[in-house]
């Protein structure tokens, strides 16, 4: 589960978003937020850990944005961005900017357009520069007219966001070899959305657009052979790690294929989703009280319970001392590839932030814990 940790403040600065320099200010009401749970000592607590710092950062394919290693989910998994107190939200945003987090990645769909309002305050409150990426989800009724679904829901997620552009704009249904009623078509995508996506580029209502990458594996990869996209949020984590290992056969997850070397290949930004599996990389079936109660696995086992009784069989990555817990192991697995430019997580509490942070700041994860894993992904083969 995510370990208890108290923690001392850092003394990190917020980067630029891609390549300017940023000051964030911090509104009176948010401090006592901040200063509270990285200075006390909490009951419980079992280290003391340091925001370590300065964020490493890395480059956006093609984009040549410069985005943090750890980025900000604003999703419904964590879901601090939707449910969380507005003082809460916003000390929350701060601290991560503070921890040079400049990614902030949120969705239409997340809190049926919650997500998107509440991170507009948030940032307008603190006059912080970050970069934002939001989403687009075609409905089945209007698939008949994808460029004008794409700019009407832009139009819409601006309005949320009280900003006259955004730094990325993502398709979010998947993607499939044929027509699908919740799901766009290869050919739908490169024929019909990127040259509308482009078009919305052309317009400065967004800076680059992208997919995100989920659906049937050979209709990803068609999409990304083309050429077509910025960015691809790609499905990676030590449950399944196929967009980036090769499998073998009778792997229980969907192949992807190296999908990250195909996006590398293409000068494609990719951007990790799923890290933690939904949270079950944790290695926990209970939930945060903020976060979503129940959890649909993407891409991994049949559901939650059998996500995290898979991940328990990771758990010798922490008895051998690669990393000092299965959140480690997974956010420090998913930086070892130079493929990867940020990997996104959802947060239901500033300290699992905290804590997330610190295990990125220790660095990719070493030659020895990845020449471990084909063993312990061959014991999750069936089960």
């Known amino acids: 589960m995510w370990p208890t940790y108290a923690t001392v403040p850092s003394t990190t600065t917020c980067p630029p978003p891609g390549q300017s320099n940023q000051a964030t200010c911090l509104s009176p009401a948010v401090m006592p937020i901040l200063r509270a749970p990285r200075t006390a000592n909490r009951q419980g607590a079992k280290h003391l850990i340091y925001s370590q710092g300065p964020m490493d950062y890395r480059t956006l394919g093609r984009t040549g944005l410069r985005v943090s290693a750890l980025g900000f989910g604003c999703g419904n998994v964590g879901g601090l961005l939707i449910r969380g107190a507005p003082a809460e939200r916003e000390g929350a945003v701060a601290r991560a900017l503070e921890l040079g987090v400049n990614y902030f990645d949120t969705a239409p769909l997340y809190g049926d357009g919650q997500s998107e309002e509440h991170l507009g305050q948030a940032l307008r409150a603190l006059r912080a520069d970050a970069l934002v990426g939001t989403k687009v989800r075609i409905p089945p009724a209007e698939l008949i007219d994808i460029p004008g679904a794409l700019a009407r829901s832009l139009e819409a997620s601006l309005r949320r966001l009280g900003r006259e552009h955004v730094d990325l704009l993502q398709l979010h249904n998947p993607i499939t070899a044929t027509a699908h009623p919740r799901a766009l078509s290869a050919t739908e995508v490169l024929d019909a959305a990127a040259p509308a996506l482009a078009k919305l580029v052309a317009q400065g209502k967004t800076r680059f657009f992208g997919i995100t990458a989920l659906g049937d594996t050979a209709a990803l990869h068609q999409v990304l052979d083309a050429g077509a996209v910025d960015t691809a949020q790609v499905c990676y984590n030590l449950l399944n790690p196929s967009a980036g ?139």
Do not use: K, M
């Open 245 to 383: 290992h090769a499998v073998p056969a009778g792997f229980p997850a969907q192949d992807f294929g190296r999908l990250l070397a195909n996006a590398r290949a293409r000068g494609t930004g990719a951007i990790v989703i799923r890290v933690l599996a939904g949270g079950a990389l944790s290695g926990a079936d209970a939930r945060h009280p903020i976060a979503v109660p129940a959890v649909e696995p993407i891409a991994t086992g049949a559901d939650y319970a059998t996500d995290v009784r898979r991940a328990r069989r990771l758990a010798a990555l922490v008895e051998e001392g690669h990393a000092e817990s299965l959140v480690e192991a997974s956010l420090r697995f998913a930086l070892a590839t130079d493929a990867v430019s940020t990997v996104l997580l959802g947060y239901s509490s500033l300290e699992q932030l905290e804590y997330a942070a610190a295990c990125v700041a220790r660095g990719p994860l070493g030659a020895p814990a990845l020449a471990r894993l084909p063993a312990l992904w061959n014991q999750l083969e069936g089960r």
